[in-house]
């Protein structure tokens, strides 16, 4: 099964800023949603962010609502997670899944997921 690749993450300071991207490893993925997920050690992961095949429909979790914004170029066959004013709840591996149900905030709606990408909020 075709993977995602996630890249981007790092150690940022609060208040900080970060764009991660998450591309597919093989054909592109320019007619499915794609949703950004993030997990912290010990619980299960949740949604974050999610953006339909064409870019003009976008959901987010009322956590990053206002700071976080995802958004996609097909013609590069890339997905964006822009994020802003980040706090320390924000520490966690982030993911990229694609859809294979629709616009739903459960992991379970995505599969190929990458290996993620480590994203610390400290000071």
């Known amino acids: 099964q075709e993977q995602l690749v996630e890249s981007g993450g790092g150690l940022v300071q609060p208040g900080g800023s970060l764009t991660l991207s998450c591309a597919p490893s093989?054909?592109?993925?320019?007619?499915?949603?794609v949703a950004w997920f993030r997990q912290t050690p010990g619980k299960e992961r949740s949604f974050v962010a999610v953006?339909?095949?064409?870019?003009?429909?976008?959901n987010y979790a009322g956590s990053v609502k206002g700071r976080f914004t995802i958004s996609r170029d097909n013609a590069k066959n890339m997905v964006y997670l822009q994020m802003n004013s980040l706090k320390p709840e924000d520490t966690g591996v982030y993911y990229c899944?694609?859809?294979?149900?629709?616009?739903?905030?459960?992991?379970?709606?995505?599969?190929?997921w990458g290996q993620g990408t480590q994203v610390t909020v400290s000071s």
């Open positions: 899944g694609q859809s294979w149900a629709g616009l739903g905030i459960s992991s379970a709606s995505y599969n190929s």
């Open positions: 093989g054909r592109t993925f320019s007619s499915v949603a």
């Open positions: 953006i339909n095949h064409n870019g003009d429909v976008a």
